[in-house]
């Protein structure tokens, strides 16, 4: 299932960006941070595809989603200028950003190649 971030709890279980300048991940597995709003339309059809992936994936990885409108803070800490924007943060190494909603077989190879994650 996909988790809901705030502020605090992204700072605990992805990167406390208040106390390191540089990227070091809180998580114990890799994640996909999906930064959306609820007007957005292709946010909206996105959603039910990242269901999926958490499902396919549980255990594995973990989906966390960040409401722009809500968490103005968080959205500028990542330079989100268009949504949907996502986050893969592998266990080791730098996370990468990709703009759009990617159609799933996408997700899966990105969750492969940058999160080093097989089904």
Same mark, same amino acid.
Do not use: A, H, W, Y
């Given at each position: 299932m996909t988790e809901l971030l705030t502020k605090? +709890? *992204?700072? $605990? =279980? @992805? #990167?406390? *960006?208040?106390k390191n300048k540089e990227w070091k #991940? $809180?998580?114990d =597995? !890799?994640?996909i941070i999906d930064f959306y709003a609820d007007w957005c339309g292709p946010c909206k059809a996105i959603a039910p595809v990242l269901e999926e992936l958490s499902n396919e994936y549980e255990g594995k990885i973990n989906i966390y989603k960040v409401d +722009? $409108? =809500? $968490?103005?803070e968080l959205a500028a800490a990542f330079a989100i200028r268009s949504i !949907?924007?996502?986050l893969f943060v592998p266990?080791?190494?730098q996370p990468q950003m990709a703009q759009g909603a990617l159609p799933k077989a996408e997700l899966e190879? @990105?969750?492969k190649e @940058?999160?080093?994650v097989e089904k």
């Open positions: 605090e +709890t *992204f700072l $605990e =279980k @992805v #990167f406390n *960006f208040e #991940f $809180e998580g =597995k !890799p994640c +722009t $409108e =809500k $968490e103005q !949907p924007s996502m266990g080791d190494g190879r @990105v969750i @940058v999160l080093g």
